[in-house]
């Protein structure tokens, strides 16, 4: 075999000719002059070689060349082929059933293109063949059972493509076979017992089809193993005691499937792995102490299982461990061990039965990023070690009984961006150390019992995006340095005892979507400053003590969608700038002392639902501009001093389900027509005609 020669066989010369036509040649990144008869090292990836005295073509590289079109039948001409290359462009169309007739070929590659159709059975006649690269394409069919003729191959790679069918298993006689990629088609079936033949195997990726049935015990013949990928499919039965057996693995996904059983012990044995990944399953039993014995382990993601019993004190041996996900089990207890892991960066052991104390120990793991312990009866206080993870950026302990207070060393968490502690028994006041938390984004401690009062210092938090503490017993004023955290998009307030006046620097946080300071006993006029948060949404100031008017600048808030100011000592006129909340959907302001009759332009909100204006002291008539809202489903007016006709319109409110008149001086006609929508209806205590 020699590597230069020059004049191939004109049938080959032809074949190149049909290949450059048939694929729009001209515009080729690299094209061809083929008016020249000899393509020999003149044509761009046309490799030429001498066989038993004959030049003939051996080589055909024109990867990433813009080939746009079909490949011809009569690139089966090319029979003294041994590397064809076609990979990233632009081929679809079927792969002819001639690509059979390159019997020297050893290297098939055709991926990243447009390919469709079937993969020909003629392929089983590539004997030489030692790498099929087909992957990338929208190939259809199943793969052929021909293809167990290759027995010289060592990579098959057949992935993101549309195949269906069951593997064939004459796969099992592909015994070179080094690489078989298969994931992400529609394969459906078992993964056949004769994969256990390809003993030289390195890499096994069936993920992502709809394979079902149980993994052959036959898998624990793969010693060379080192990935083994079978997550995202319909896998069922127990994971096989001779998965032991693979001890080159060091990659292990099978989840996403629907296993049972339990992980055999046998686990352990796997001392090369660096990943075990076996979530969304339906796993069961205890995790086996074995575990400890995978001593290079640097992920380990059980969650989403039905796993009981603790978490096994051997886990501490996984010093390398760097991933650790156990969330949405059945697991009892943190072993103290777990201040071994001094590589973890994520640490996830949310919605399980952990009971017990947050051992002090986590304060070792100084290279955490990321902790959830979420959901769990964990008791006892937050250790004060916490403060020694100087890397963490999430810390969710919330929907736990923890108790005590909020230790003050949690100000240590300098790249702290998300604080969870919601949902639990805390005392004691928010430390003034929070303040240091100047990467904080997110800060939830609602629904705990928290008191006194909201630290100042709270407004170095400049980073802080939304500030979630209602339903505590915080005491004392909101401070105004409030005013300072610009970035505030959600102030979460309610439920606490607040006292004082709404700071007027609130009306610095121009980016602040939700305002919910309800259900306290703040005091003072609503301040003007509020008309700056443009982009405000929520408002809800109810349940307090406030008193003077409603601001004009109210009128400026024009993203707002639901307004509730009810329960309060608001007096004076609901101001005619509402018209300006044209997104405004519920206004809550009854139970207030407001006066003065109800503005028409609120007539004119295109998107109001419900208006709630009982317990006032409104008066007035109703204008008959209140029957263009048919999109109204409640009307509360209630114990006012309104007089006059009732629009005899009324009855165009169509999706009225709920209107109350009651305890006013109206005129009411008994032919009065109503809404047919209508479910509820108080006239009482009016004027009654006819």
């Known amino acids: 075999l020699s590597t230069s020669c020059f004049n191939p066989p004109s049938s080959e010369v032809d074949s190149l000719k049909d290949l450059y036509y048939s694929t729009n040649g001209a515009f080729w990144l690299h094209t061809w002059n083929v008016t020249s008869s000899d393509p020999c090292g003149a044509w761009y990836g046309v490799t030429c070689s001498e066989v038993m005295g004959e030049c003939h073509v051996s080589q055909l590289t024109l990867a990433a060349n813009n080939l746009v079109g079909r490949l011809p039948n009569s690139i089966g001409n090319l029979t003294y082929m041994a590397d064809l290359e076609l990979q990233s462009n632009q081929l679809w169309g079927s792969i002819p059933s001639s690509i059979g007739d390159l019997v020297q070929l050893q290297n098939l590659s055709l991926y990243s293109n447009q390919l469709t159709g079937s993969i020909p059975t003629s392929v089983g ?32 790679q057949l992935f993101s493509n549309q195949l269906s069918g069951s593997i064939p298993s004459s796969i099992g006689d592909l015994v070179q076979l080094q690489y078989f990629y298969l994931f992400s088609n529609q394969i459906t079936g078992s993964v056949p017992a004769s994969i256990g033949n390809l003993v ?48 080159q693995l060091q990659n292990l996904a099978m989840y996403s499937n629907q296993l049972t059983g339990r992980i055999s012990p046998s686990i352990g044995n796997l001392v090369q792995l660096q990943s075990l990944q076996l979530f969304s399953n339906l796993l069961t039993g205890v995790i086996p102490s074995s575990i400890g014995d995978l001593v290079q382990l640097q992920n380990l993601v059980l969650s989403s299982n039905q796993l009981r019993g603790p978490i096994p004190s051997s886990v501490g041996n996984l010093v390398k461990l760097q991933y650790l996900s156990l969330s949405s089990n059945w697991l009892t207890g943190i072993p103290s061990t777990i201040g071994n892991l001094v590589q973890m960066r994520i640490l996830a052991f ?25 959901s769990n009866q964990l008791t006892g206080s937050i250790p004060s070690s916490i403060g020694n993870l100087t890397q963490l950026q999430i810390l969710a302990l919330f929907s736990n009984h923890l108790a005590g207070s909020v230790p003050s060393s949690i100000g240590d968490l300098a790249q702290l961006q998300d604080l969870q502690l919601f949902s639990n028994q805390l005392t004691g006041s928010i430390p003034s150390s929070i303040g240091k938390l100047s990467q904080l984004r997110y800060f939830s401690l609602f629904s705990n019992q928290l008191t006194g009062s909201i630290p100042s210092s709270i407004g170095s938090m400049a980073q802080l995006q939304a500030l979630d503490l209602p339903s505590n017993f915080l005491t004392g004023s909101i401070p105004s340095s409030i005013g300072d955290i610009v970035q505030l998009q959600y102030l979460y307030l309610d439920s606490n005892q607040l006292t004082g006046s709404i700071p007027s620097s609130i009306g610095n946080l121009i980016k602040l979507q939700y305002l919910l300071l309800s259900i306290n006993h703040l005091t003072g006029s609503i301040a003007s400053s ?91 008539t109703l204008s008959r501009d209140m029957c263009q809202q048919h999109g109204l489903t409640g009307l509360y007016l209630g114990v006012n001093s309104f007089h006059g006709d009732i629009p005899s319109c009324v009855d165009q409110l169509s999706g009225l389900t709920a209107l109350d008149l009651g305890d006013n001086q109206f005129t009411v006609n008994a032919s009065l027509r109503l809404p047919s929508s209508l479910q509820y209806l108080d006239v009482s205590s009016n004027r009654l005609n006819g």
Not at 130 to 152: D, E, H, K, R
Not at 350 to 374: A, E, H, K, Y
Request: proline share 5%; net charge neutral.
């Open 350 to 374: 949310s919605s399980n039965r952990l009971i017990g104390s947050v051992p002090s120990s986590i304060g070792n793991l100084c290279q955490l990023q990321n902790v959830d312990l979420s």
């Open 125 to 156: 006649d590539l004997v030489q063949l030692q790498n099929i690269a087909m992957y990338s394409n929208l190939l259809t069919g199943s793969i052929p059972s021909s293809i167990g003729s290759l027995v010289q191959l060592q990579k098959l």
């Open 530 to 620: 509020i008309g700056n948060l443009v982009q405000m949404q929520y408002l809800f100031l109810y349940s307090n003590h406030l008193t003077g008017t409603i601001p004009p600048s109210i009128g400026n808030l024009v993203r707002l969608l639901n307004m509730q100011l009810f329960s309060n000592h608001l007096e004076g006129r609901i101001p005619s700038s509402i018209v300006n909340l044209v997104q405004l959907q519920d206004l809550y302001l009854y139970s207030n002392q407001l006066t003065g009759s109800i503005p028409s332009t609120v007539w004119q909100l295109p998107s109001l639902r419900s208006m709630f204006l009982f317990e006032n002291n409104l008066n007035g």
């Open 200 to 247: 030289q195997l390195q890499y096994l990726y069936l993920y992502s089809n709809h394979l079902t049935g149980s993994i052959p015990l036959s898998i624990g013949n793969l010693s060379q193993l080192h990935y083994l990928q079978l997550f995202s499919n319909q896998l069922r039965g127990s994971i096989p005691s001779s998965i032991g057996d693979l001890v």
